[in-house]
C-alpha cells in the first residue's frame, strides 16, 4: 500500500512515497521514492488547477456589441419599429423591431448573412443582456420580419429615428449634405424580382454587376445618415432628387 510520508530536514517539510508490504505478517517498507517539498507540492496544484480553470474557458465578444446594443436601446429603434408596424406575429420569437435591431447591429458589429447570423450570435455574450436565445434566431423569422415593413412603414420610421436622434445626441441639424451614390450588388441578371439591381453608371467601376443607387441626407459634423432613398442603378442621380425632397 503507497502512502505520502513527510520529513522535516533543517525545519523545512519533504515528501515521499512509501510502499508498504506486509513480510513474515509484519507491516514492512519496501520502496521508498522522493517526490518533492511541500511548497513545489502546492504550486503544482494550483498550476494543474488554473490549468483546469483555463480549459473551461469561453471568450465571447462583449464590448463592441454591447456598446452598440446599447444606443440601439438608447433611441429605441425596436420599440419604434413595433409601433408603426404593429404587433408580433404570434409565432415569432421576438418583435419585427427586435429582429431589425438585431440585423442593424450585426451589420455594425460583424457582417453575415442572416443564414450565419445565430452562429454569430453564439460567439458573443448579447443573449445575457438582450435576453434573446439563439433558438428564436433563424434565418427564415429575420426575412419575415423585413417583408412585414412596407416602403411607407419604413419612411415613418426613419423620419422618426432622425428626430430622436437628434434629440437625444443633440445633433446640429440645422445645415445637412445631400450625398447620391450608388453600389453594385451580386444579384444575377436573370433575376426579374430585383427591381431595384440594373445596369448603370457604376461609382465602383463595376459594370460587369447590376447597381442599386442611394441617396443619404447626412449631417455636416460627422456624416451621421438622416433619411435615405435607394432607386433603379439604371436612374441618374439627378432624377432623383425632386420627388424625393417632396417626401422629406
Same mark, same amino acid.
Given at each position: 500500500?503507497?502512502?505520502?510520508?513527510?520529513?522535516?530536514?533543517?525545519?523545512?517539510?519533504?515528501?515521499?512515497?512509501?510502499?508498504?508490504?506486509?513480510?513474515?505478517?509484519?507491516?514492512?517498507?519496501?520502496?521508498?521514492?522522493?517526490?518533492?517539498?511541500?511548497?513545489?507540492?502546492?504550486?503544482?496544484?494550483?498550476?494543474?488547477?488554473?490549468?483546469?480553470?483555463?480549459?473551461?474557458?469561453?471568450?465571447?465578444?462583449?464590448?463592441?456589441?454591447?456598446?452598440?446594443?446599447?444606443?440601439?436601446?438608447?433611441?429605441?429603434?425596436?420599440?419604434?419599429?413595433?409601433?408603426?408596424?404593429?404587433?408580433?406575429?404570434?409565432?415569432?420569437? &421576438?418583435? !419585427?423591431?427586435?429582429? #431589425? @435591431? *438585431?440585423?442593424?447591429?450585426?451589420?455594425?458589429?460583424?457582417?453575415? =448573412?442572416?443564414? $450565419?447570423?445565430?452562429?454569430?450570435?453564439?460567439?458573443?455574450?448579447?443573449?445575457?443582456?438582450?435576453?434573446?436565445?439563439?433558438?428564436?434566431?433563424?434565418?427564415?423569422?429575420?426575412?419575415?420580419?423585413?417583408?412585414?415593413?412596407?416602403?411607407?412603414?419604413? &419612411?415613418? !420610421?426613419?423620419?422618426? #429615428? @432622425? *428626430?430622436?436622434?437628434?434629440?437625444?445626441?443633440?445633433?446640429?441639424? =440645422?445645415?445637412? $449634405?445631400?450625398?447620391?451614390?450608388?453600389?453594385?450588388?451580386?444579384?444575377?441578371?436573370?433575376?426579374?424580382?430585383?427591381?431595384?439591381?440594373?445596369?448603370?453608371?457604376?461609382?465602383?467601376?463595376?459594370?460587369?454587376?447590376?447597381?442599386?443607387?442611394?441617396?443619404?441626407? !447626412?449631417?455636416?459634423?460627422?456624416?451621421?445618415?438622416?433619411?435615405?432613398?435607394?432607386?433603379?442603378?439604371?436612374?441618374?442621380?439627378?432624377?432623383?432628387?425632386?420627388?424625393?425632397?417632396?417626401?422629406?
Amino acid at each position: 500500500m503507497a502512502s505520502l510520508y513527510p520529513k522535516k530536514v533543517n525545519g523545512s517539510t519533504y515528501y515521499y512515497l512509501r510502499e508498504m508490504a506486509r513480510i513474515d505478517g509484519k507491516p514492512k517498507m519496501v520502496s521508498e521514492r522522493y517526490l518533492a517539498a511541500a511548497a513545489d507540492i502546492a504550486a503544482a496544484v494550483e498550476a494543474r488547477e488554473a490549468a483546469s480553470l483555463l480549459e473551461r474557458t469561453r471568450h465571447l465578444a462583449f464590448g463592441d456589441v454591447v456598446a452598440v446594443w446599447g444606443v440601439l436601446t438608447r433611441l429605441d429603434v425596436a420599440g419604434t419599429v413595433d409601433e408603426v408596424v404593429g404587433a408580433q406575429r404570434s409565432d415569432a420569437g &421576438a418583435s !419585427v423591431g427586435t429582429y #431589425l @435591431a *438585431l440585423a442593424a447591429l450585426n451589420r455594425i458589429v460583424a457582417p453575415c =448573412s442572416k443564414a $450565419a447570423f445565430a452562429d454569430w450570435w453564439a460567439t458573443t455574450a448579447a443573449d445575457r443582456f438582450t435576453k434573446i436565445p439563439t433558438r428564436v434566431l433563424d434565418h427564415r423569422r429575420f426575412w419575415d420580419a423585413m417583408h412585414a415593413v412596407t416602403q411607407a412603414d419604413l &419612411a415613418t !420610421v426613419e423620419r422618426w #429615428l @432622425a *428626430l430622436r436622434l437628434a434629440d437625444t445626441y443633440e445633433i446640429d441639424i =440645422s445645415a445637412v $449634405a445631400l450625398d447620391m451614390t450608388n453600389f453594385a450588388t451580386s444579384i444575377d441578371s436573370t433575376n426579374t424580382k430585383a427591381s431595384l439591381a440594373q445596369r448603370g453608371r457604376a461609382k465602383q467601376k463595376r459594370y460587369d454587376l447590376r447597381i442599386v443607387g442611394l441617396g443619404l441626407v !447626412v449631417t455636416r459634423d460627422g456624416g451621421i445618415p438622416l433619411v435615405s432613398h435607394t432607386y433603379p442603378g439604371n436612374r441618374p442621380d439627378v432624377t432623383q432628387l425632386p420627388p424625393w425632397s417632396t417626401s422629406w
